[in-house]
């Protein structure tokens, strides 16, 4: 059974950091693409960051320079550093796998092969 797990949300200050975790179980992880989206109350779910089994990455213009996503497949993990955070990024930040897919096509995918339930992150302006 796949499970993805994530963690590390939390309510913080603007211009502060917060460390993401999705812990994966139950898939040979190296093979997975991972991307991290969100959701605001009210708002669509949209695409945050990705990284491939090459390590590849790929980021929302929206968190570009502020946002580092990575991966520890020792770890069966993949991270999101988020630093310079602000009020508008408070959501509900999900992760999803996808077998044999690149970074940039997560961020276009309709659908994914597995989700996590989601971690929310607040920002106080």
């Known amino acids: 059974q796949v499970q993805l797990v994530e963690s590390g949300g939390g309510l913080v200050q603007a211009g502060g950091s917060l460390r993401l975790s999705c812990a994966a179980s139950?898939?040979?992880?190296?093979?997975?693409?991972v991307g991290w989206f969100r959701q605001a109350p009210g708002k669509e779910r949209e695409f945050v960051a990705a990284?491939?089994?090459?390590?590849?990455?790929f980021y929302a213009d929206s968190v570009k320079g502020r946002f580092t996503i990575s991966r520890d497949n020792a770890k069966i993990t993949v991270y999101l550093q988020m630093n310079s955070l602000k009020p508008e990024d408070t959501a509900v930040y999900y992760c999803a796998a996808d077998r044999f897919t690149s970074a940039p096509r997560v961020a276009s995918m309709t659908s994914h092969n597995y989700w996590g339930q989601g971690t929310q992150v607040t920002v106080s302006s």
């Open positions: 139950g898939l040979t992880f190296s093979w997975f693409a």
């Open positions: 990284i491939d089994w090459s390590e590849s990455t």
